[in-house]
């Protein structure tokens, strides 16, 4: 989904790339290491592979290791290997989602499960590896391509008369082409003083529950006749929900670090959510 993303606005903006899928196994370093000697000329490597099913996790933890740690510590190798900084896209599962105000990058990381677990790790062995790499946490990602909370919200209300949506979670909504702007600006940072490496933050503007989200996603989707049913969205409970995993009850995640270090005006996640719904979905 950022891939695919990232990959339409550099084609846009004239900037060439190589892109990599799962001919390119992350898990392999020497297959890594010799693409790199087939590219030498490469300055920024951006990893957007990740392993995301985050109750398969619990089952595949070997699996989900191999990708968010494993690889990133290949990915980070072969980048510090070409002399490349690495933009390396992590998660707000790092945190245990116990907090009540917005999380800032230097709080105190917690996973509670295994992906979060995997993932923090993997930032660990990004900075091991290669100093110079950005790590760029993100929540609640959607996109025209890829499975993703928008479209399967607007598949269930095109067939479904109710629906029952989660409201004890909050986040904050990111529409992967305002990310992918994002990442755009590390690489091309204008006139912009130096941007110190790290980890930043990055999501849309302002927080809701899932079911809140979900309401929204409804309304625009009927304004802008990508509906053409009613469906009745009923706010419940995380438990009416069993799941192997216990996910974040607050991924609020604070952005003025980005903001500052890249001078960006972040959109409102129902702005994007409009935008994307009205220009991407038809």
């Given at each position: 989904m950022l891939g695919a993303e990232l990959c339409s606005l550099l084609e846009k903006e004239g900037i060439p790339f190589i892109t990599s899928g799962r001919e390119l196994d992350i898990r392999d370093k020497t297959a890594l290491l010799r693409f790199a000697e087939q590219h030498s000329h490469i300055k920024w490597l951006v990893n957007c592979a990740a392993y995301t099913a985050v109750e398969k996790a619990e089952e595949e933890q070997e699996l989900c290791r191999s990708i968010n740690t494993d690889g990133v510590a290949h990915i980070a190798e072969t980048a510090a290997s070409l002399g490349a900084v690495l933009i390396h896209l992590s998660t707000d599962y790092v945190f245990n989602g116990k907090a009540k105000n917005p999380y800032k990058e230097d709080d105190p990381s917690d996973p509670i499960g295994v992906y979060g677990i995997t993932k923090r790790h993997g930032e660990e062995c990004a900075f091991q590896k290669n100093p110079s790499t950005y790590i760029v946490r993100t929540a609640w990602l959607y996109g025209k391509?890829?499975?993703?909370?928008?479209?399967?919200?607007?598949?269930?209300?095109?067939?479904?008369?109710?629906?029952?949506?989660?409201?004890?979670?909050?986040?904050?909504?990111?529409?992967?082409?305002?990310?992918?702007?994002?990442?755009?600006?590390?690489?091309?940072?204008?006139?912009?003083?130096?941007?110190?490496?790290?980890?930043?933050?990055?999501?849309?503007?302002?927080?809701?529950?899932?079911?809140?989200?979900?309401?929204?996603?409804?309304?625009?989707?009927?304004?802008?006749?990508?509906?053409?049913?009613?469906?009745?969205?009923?706010?419940?409970?995380?438990?009416?929900?069993?799941?192997?995993?216990?996910?974040?009850?607050?991924?609020?995640?604070?952005?003025?670090?980005?903001?500052?270090?890249?001078?960006?005006?972040?959109?409102?996640?129902?702005?994007?959510?409009?935008?994307?719904?009205?220009?991407?979905?038809?």
């Open positions: 391509n890829g499975k993703n909370f928008v479209q399967t919200m607007l598949k269930r209300m095109s067939e479904q008369n109710e629906l029952n949506v989660v409201n004890d979670q909050r986040g904050s909504p990111t529409w992967a082409a305002d990310l992918s702007r994002t990442i755009l600006s590390f690489i091309r940072p204008g006139d912009k003083k130096y941007i110190p490496y790290g980890i930043y933050h990055y999501t849309n503007e302002g927080s809701c529950t899932w079911f809140e989200f979900a309401v929204a996603i409804y309304h625009i989707a009927k304004e802008c006749a990508l509906l053409k049913k009613d469906c009745l969205i009923n706010p419940c409970s995380s438990e009416e929900f069993p799941s192997k995993v216990k996910r974040p009850a607050y991924s609020v995640m604070d952005k003025e670090k980005i903001k500052m270090a890249l001078s960006l005006q972040i959109p409102d996640w129902r702005s994007s959510l409009k935008e994307y719904l009205y220009q991407c979905v038809r």
